[in-house]
């Protein structure tokens, strides 16, 4: 069974996610930034998809690069 992660987050994050949830793709896109710098890749990678659904050229980017068949890795 997985262990739930217990911290609290940080008001930076708990910004983003509300403005996420309010379908913002740039705050998808810097909620997954921040993710990816706290080692959390699989939250990371929900909002990048996201806000690359949304158009978002920095998130295509970012997930263009990280594709394994790119060579991106994190």
């Known amino acids: 069974m997985a262990?739930?992660?217990?911290?609290?987050?940080s008001l930076q994050e708990q910004k983003l996610t509300m403005k996420y949830a309010e379908?913002?793709?740039n705050a998808a896109f810097?909620?997954?930034?921040?993710?990816f710098s706290?080692?959390?890749?699989?939250?990371?990678y929900v909002a990048l998809e996201y806000a690359v659904r949304q158009k978002n050229p920095k998130a295509?980017?970012?997930f263009?690069?990280?594709r394994p068949e790119a060579g991106g890795q994190l």
Do not use: F, V, Y
């Open 23 to 25: 379908g913002d793709a």
């Open 64 to 66: 263009s690069s990280l």
């Open 30 to 35: 810097d909620l997954a930034q921040l993710l």
């Open 38 to 44: 706290q080692g959390r890749s699989e939250p990371a």
């Open 60 to 62: 295509i980017a970012l």
């Open 3 to 9: 262990k739930a992660d217990l911290r609290k987050p």
